[in-house]
């Protein structure tokens, strides 16, 4: 009985990480290839309310994550051709953004507000998914959830096991020096920028679609932003970063759980606390751990211009 | 540039067999500057062929359009006789065309194996690569550990990454920019023993150098390039280093001379057993280095780079304090905890070894960075405002002064050539008239004309009663310029020796971290006490 208990929170717990794990992801692989999006949170709530805007005009919770993923994808390209075209600076470009994604997903969600959905479906095996223990957390999840351990996996193989992601590790480490070897330096980028504006933008679909399926304006609260702190944290290493995110996840669920008992302590504080602990846990683990070189992409957030 | 060559531009036909790779009537323009102006290039399987020219010559953008990172404006180039495109580096390196960059393109933080990787036309699982890697290292005597990442590499070591990858795709033409400007006489020996391996085997190497004794040795032919145009082709073995700077400068260069040197004047820069932690990742510690300049003495420090050169620069001129205000003192006054300003005021200058960046804010205008290091010690602002005529008129005395060519009247300082700047950067600190000068790598990627021009002004600012410092890993410089001359090894300075009494192959073994007679820090030695140089490892 207690193992499905634990089970239950386990659950949970994966739920509150996930879109942590769809928006760091992307943003590991395009902060490795040396660009700094600092509109990861912008990408995910516009991403939030198109996505559930798609599924209610169509019914379809496929295409309205879809749609959340071609939100934020088309957001990253605006702020692709700014900075990986045109070299504006990417710092003032990320934030503006932000700023820009949080006005359209109010614009878009603006009739949306107060509708509710079904949640995304979960997967359900006879047999499988009944198991005790286990079977709800490893065969009775959303697509989602899957489709975020997957893509962890999935980024980890690319960028340490196949030459393009040798070669967008090289980018973002000198791009001078990859330009100077003949390699597409804005091409990987501007590819690279796509893909964590998808992946931001399905995050945020998540949320309006599985994780709470309604729409309310600001609804990511700021986990874009953690997400941007987990990649830091994470020191660019993908498990790191699904790890950090399940940390975030436990810490979330927990202080809901604390604040249904009834602690006696401010609900803002408890709802800070796994912000807290997130980035507390992540700067503990960097510590000690440089030998040398250096932990980030070199040429991260430095804008490159091709020699003539 | 996207129209196919006119047949109108014809390939001359020399006597003589086809050459390997030809370039003729290359013209390659940047808006209204014409960096090549119809340049002709030969180059035949077998040999090594000198590029000559001075900085800004034009020598790089013509390797560049070698190499496909460049699309020449008008010419074309040939392959065996054929016109070929090359539009990336790509179909150059298809060509069997390979570079080796003056500025290593490396990505520090990779290892050797993935660097090499990059450019590997098809993926190769690591471990044959690293097969692959051995193979060759032991063939050539190019050892590399695969798996080491490129930061923890000495200068040398990235060198041979850059060769072994260019040997991988078993080039026939291999380009070498400066390539000896980072290593020790020692891994410079060691390099010349491949090239000249490499042509042995058939293969055409390009090398471009501003060391003349160099090319003298590898090379049978030799083009000279001057302001993008050639303007002789000669046997550099049938030239002196003299005649062949005449040619690139189209002056005959000024020999440094030395006033008379009077008895050394009073002590007036003092370093007593100076310590310091490494200041960063990269960077090396110093050890108890104890020095003394008088007045009217130059004292050179050799040694290769990364051998705690930028720190005891740093500590010299105040960008790093010392850990006590004795440990370096000026005319007698312990300056080690004062500011860059403050020694400024009394009386030191300082010349850092980055032109751009360090030395001068390439995005800034050459007054404003006259104001930069002089504003201290000038009157160069009244009430807070900055007095820009004044700043104006001191920029053109430095400008006139030591013959800084330039674009505009007040240019930024990025847009000059890197020995304009350099001249530029010397010539504000030397105008000062300063008591204690401290320059790291006075001359390093200038020409000839504009070395002679800066070493001629510190010998004779020496001259006239100043202390003066200079870090270099260019021995020939430091024999030219130096009374005295110390080794900076592995953060250890060795105790000064005065250069007349020791010689180029002391020096180069002591850089190269050899300590003689199994004595802690090292010390040079002078010449009829010196062991037999060894001759230069083949065998690693």
Same mark, same amino acid.
């Given at each position: 009985?207690?193992?499905?208990?634990?089970?239950?929170?386990?659950?949970?717990?994966?739920?509150?990480?996930?879109?942590?794990?769809?928006?760091?992801?992307?943003?590991?692989?395009?902060?490795?290839?040396?660009?700094?999006?600092?509109?990861?949170?912008?990408?995910?709530?516009?991403?939030?309310?198109?996505?559930?805007?798609?599924?209610?005009?169509?019914?379809?919770?496929?295409?309205?994550?879809?749609?959340?993923?071609?939100?934020?994808?088309?957001?990253?390209?605006?702020?692709?051709?700014?900075?990986?075209?045109?070299?504006?600076?990417?710092?003032?470009?990320?934030?503006?953004?932000?700023?820009?994604?949080?006005?359209?997903?109010?614009?878009?969600?603006?009739?949306?507000?107060?509708?509710?959905?079904?949640?995304?479906?979960?997967?359900?095996?006879?047999?499988?998914?009944?198991?005790?223990?286990?079977?709800?957390?490893?065969?009775?999840?959303?697509?989602?959830?899957?489709?975020?351990?997957?893509?962890?996996?999935?980024?980890?193989?690319?960028?340490?096991?196949?030459?393009?992601?040798?070669?967008?590790?090289?980018?973002?480490?000198?791009?001078?020096?990859?330009?100077?070897?003949?390699?597409?330096?804005?091409?990987?980028?501007?590819?690279?920028?796509?893909?964590?504006?998808?992946?931001?933008?399905?995050?945020?679909?998540?949320?309006?679609?599985?994780?709470?399926?309604?729409?309310?304006?600001?609804?990511?609260?700021?986990?874009?932003?953690?997400?941007?702190?987990?990649?830091?944290?994470?020191?660019?290493?993908?498990?790191?970063?699904?790890?950090?995110?399940?940390?975030?996840?436990?810490?979330?669920?927990?202080?809901?759980?604390?604040?249904?008992?009834?602690?006696?302590?401010?609900?803002?504080?408890?709802?800070?606390?796994?912000?807290?602990?997130?980035?507390?846990?992540?700067?503990?683990?960097?510590?000690?751990?440089?030998?040398?070189?250096?932990?980030?992409?070199?040429?991260?957030?430095?804008?490159?211009?091709?020699?003539? | 540039?996207?129209?196919?060559?006119?047949?109108?531009?014809?390939?001359?036909?020399?006597?003589?067999?086809?050459?390997?790779?030809?370039?003729?009537?290359?013209?390659?323009?940047?808006?209204?500057?014409?960096?090549?102006?119809?340049?002709?290039?030969?180059?035949?399987?077998?040999?090594?062929?000198?590029?000559?020219?001075?900085?800004?010559?034009?020598?790089?953008?013509?390797?560049?359009?070698?190499?496909?990172?460049?699309?020449?404006?008008?010419?074309?180039?040939?392959?065996? %006789?054929?016109?070929?495109?090359?539009?990336?580096?790509?179909?150059?390196?298809?060509?069997?065309?390979?570079?080796?960059?003056?500025?290593?393109?490396? *990505?520090?933080?990779?290892?050797?194996?993935?660097?090499?990787?990059?450019?590997?036309?098809?993926?190769?699982? %690591?471990?044959?690569?690293?097969?692959?890697?051995?193979?060759?290292?032991?063939?050539?005597?190019?050892?590399?550990?695969?798996?080491?990442?490129?930061?923890?590499?000495?200068?040398?070591?990235?060198?041979?990454?850059?060769?072994?990858? *260019?040997?991988?795709?078993?080039?026939?033409?291999?380009?070498?920019?400066?390539?000896? +400007?980072?290593?020790?006489?020692?891994?410079?020996?060691?390099?010349?023993?491949?090239?000249?391996?490499?042509?042995?085997?058939?293969?055409?190497?390009?090398?471009?150098?501003?060391?003349?004794?160099?090319?003298?040795?590898? *090379?049978?032919?030799?083009?000279?390039?001057?302001?993008?145009?050639?303007?002789?082709?000669?046997?550099?073995?049938?030239?002196?280093?003299? +005649?062949?700077?005449?040619?690139?400068?189209?002056?005959?260069?000024?020999?440094?001379?030395?006033?008379?040197?009077?008895?050394?004047?009073?002590?007036?820069?003092?370093?007593?057993?100076?310590?310091?932690?490494?200041? %960063?990742?990269?960077?090396?510690?110093?050890?108890?280095?104890?020095?003394?300049?008088?007045?009217?003495?130059?004292?050179?420090?050799? /040694?290769?780079?990364?051998?705690?050169? !930028?720190?005891?620069?740093?500590?010299?001129s105040?960008?790093?304090?010392?850990?006590?205000?004795?440990?370096?003192?000026?005319?007698?006054?312990?300056?080690?905890?004062?500011?860059?300003?403050?020694?400024?005021?009394?009386?030191?200058g300082f010349v850092p070894e980055e032109r751009n960046g360090h030395a001068a804010a390439p995005?800034m205008?050459l007054?404003e960075n006259v104001?930069l290091s002089r504003?201290?010690?000038?009157?160069?602002?009244?009430?807070? *405002?900055?007095?820009?005529?004044?700043?104006?008129?001191?920029a053109?005395?430095v400008i006139?002064a030591f013959?800084v060519?330039k674009?505009?009247?007040?240019?930024?300082a990025g847009?000059l050539s890197g020995g304009n700047l350099q001249k530029f950067v010397v010539g504000r600190e030397i105008l000062a008239?300063p008591?204690?000068l401290v320059i790291n790598q006075p001359s390093w990627g200038v020409?000839?004309?504009a !070395?002679?021009h800066i070493?001629?002004a510190v010998?004779?600012? !020496?001259?006239?009663?100043?202390?003066?410092?200079?870090?270099?890993?260019?021995?020939?410089?430091?024999?030219?310029?130096?009374?005295?001359?110390?080794?900076?090894?592995?953060?250890?300075?060795?105790?000064?020796?005065?250069?007349?009494?020791?010689?180029?192959?002391?020096?180069?073994?002591?850089?190269? /971290? !050899?300590?003689?007679?199994?004595?802690?820090?090292? +010390?040079?030695?002078?010449?009829?006490?010196?062991?037999?140089?060894?001759?230069?490892?083949?065998?690693?």
């Amino acid at each position: 009985m207690t193992l499905d208990i634990l089970q239950m929170v386990l659950v949970t717990v994966l739920a509150a990480a996930t879109p942590l794990i769809l928006a760091g992801i992307g943003e590991l692989l395009v902060e490795r290839s040396g660009v700094l999006n600092l509109g990861v949170e912008g990408m995910m709530i516009f991403g939030a309310a198109v996505g559930f805007a798609v599924a209610m005009q169509t019914g379809s919770t496929l295409l309205g994550a879809l749609g959340g993923a071609g939100a934020g994808l088309l957001l990253s390209a605006l702020f692709g051709i700014l900075t990986v075209g045109l070299a504006a600076n990417q710092v003032a470009s990320g934030l503006s953004l932000t700023i820009l994604g949080l006005g359209l997903s109010g614009l878009v969600g603006a009739s949306y507000v107060g509708m509710k959905r079904d949640p995304a479906p979960h997967l359900s095996i006879p047999g499988l998914t009944d198991l005790p223990g286990i079977g709800k957390l490893l065969f009775g999840q959303d697509a989602f959830v899957y489709l975020a351990v997957g893509l962890v996996a999935a980024v980890w193989w690319f960028l340490w096991r196949t030459r393009t992601g040798l070669i967008l590790r090289a980018i973002g480490d000198d791009h001078v020096a990859t330009h100077a070897l003949g390699l597409q330096v804005r091409k990987v980028r501007f590819l690279s920028v796509l893909f964590g504006g998808a992946c931001a933008g399905l995050g945020g679909a998540y949320l309006s679609l599985a994780y709470t399926p309604f729409w309310a304006p600001g609804m990511t609260a700021g986990r874009g932003w953690i997400a941007l702190a987990l990649v830091v944290f994470a020191s660019w290493k993908p498990v790191r970063v699904a790890a950090g995110a399940l940390l975030f996840g436990g810490a979330t669920v927990l202080q809901l759980h604390a604040q249904a008992a009834g602690l006696g302590l401010p609900g803002q504080l408890l709802s800070a606390v796994p912000y807290l602990a997130t980035i507390l846990a992540l700067v503990l683990l960097s510590l000690g751990q440089r030998h040398g070189g250096s932990l980030a992409p070199a040429a991260l957030g430095r804008v490159f211009t091709p020699s003539r | 540039m996207d129209a196919a060559p006119s047949p109108a531009i014809g390939i001359p036909r020399n006597e003589g067999p086809t050459p390997l790779f030809g370039a003729y009537g290359i013209v390659k323009r940047f808006g209204s500057f014409t960096a090549n102006d119809g340049v002709d290039l030969e180059i035949r399987a077998g040999e090594i062929h000198a590029l000559l020219g001075e900085n800004g010559a034009g020598k790089s953008t013509l390797m560049k359009m070698l190499y496909g990172l460049l699309e020449p404006t008008e010419g074309v180039i040939t392959h065996k %006789g054929d016109i070929v495109q090359l539009p990336n580096p790509e179909a150059a390196r298809r060509l069997g065309i390979g570079m080796v960059f003056q500025h290593f393109s490396l *990505c520090e933080n990779l290892t050797v194996a993935e660097n090499i990787a990059l450019v590997m036309p098809k993926a190769l699982s %690591g471990k044959a690569l690293a097969a692959r890697i051995a193979r060759l290292g032991a063939d050539y005597g190019l050892h590399l550990d695969p798996s080491r990442p490129v930061w923890s590499l000495s200068a040398g070591e990235r060198q041979r990454i850059e060769i072994v990858r *260019c040997l991988l795709q078993d080039p026939s033409l291999l380009i070498l920019d400066e390539p000896t +400007s980072v290593l020790t006489p020692g891994e410079a020996e060691v390099l010349f023993t491949v090239l000249e391996r490499l042509r042995e085997e058939g293969r055409a190497l390009l090398y471009i150098s501003h060391r003349l004794d160099e090319v003298r040795r590898l *090379c049978a032919r030799a083009t000279i390039l001057r302001a993008g145009k050639v303007v002789g082709a000669c046997n550099p073995r049938e030239e002196t280093a003299r +005649s062949l700077a005449a040619m690139m400068v189209g002056t005959a260069v000024r020999e440094v001379t030395h006033r008379k040197r009077g008895t050394p004047g009073r002590e007036r820069l003092r370093v007593d057993r100076l310590s310091l932690p490494a200041p %960063g990742l990269h960077a090396t510690s110093l050890r108890d280095v104890t020095l003394s300049v008088a007045g009217g003495e130059i004292l050179g420090i050799a /040694g290769i780079a990364g051998n705690g050169q !930028a720190e005891l620069f740093a500590a010299l001129s105040g960008e790093i304090r010392a850990p006590s205000p004795e440990a370096v003192r000026i005319d007698g006054q312990p300056v080690g905890s004062l500011g860059i300003n403050a020694r400024r005021r009394l009386g030191a200058g300082f010349v850092p070894e980055e032109r751009n960046g360090h030395a001068a804010a390439p995005l800034m205008s050459l007054s404003e960075n006259v104001l930069l290091s002089r504003y201290a010690t000038v009157p160069l602002t009244r009430f807070g *405002c900055l007095k820009l005529g004044s700043a104006r008129d001191l920029a053109r005395r430095v400008i006139d002064a030591f013959d800084v060519r330039k674009a505009g009247p007040d240019p930024a300082a990025g847009t000059l050539s890197g020995g304009n700047l350099q001249k530029f950067v010397v010539g504000r600190e030397i105008l000062a008239e300063p008591g204690v000068l401290v320059i790291n790598q006075p001359s390093w990627g200038v020409d000839a004309a504009a !070395a002679a021009h800066i070493r001629q002004a510190v010998i004779d600012l !020496a001259a006239r009663g100043a202390a003066i410092l200079v870090i270099s890993q260019d021995l020939v410089e430091l024999f030219e310029m130096a009374g005295k001359l110390s080794v900076l090894n592995d953060g250890t300075l060795s105790p000064a020796v005065p250069s007349a009494e020791t010689s180029r192959e002391a020096v180069g073994l002591l850089m190269g /971290g !050899a300590s003689d007679h199994g004595s802690a820090g090292g +010390s040079l030695p002078p010449v009829h006490e010196m062991a037999p140089v060894p001759l230069p490892a083949h065998a690693h």
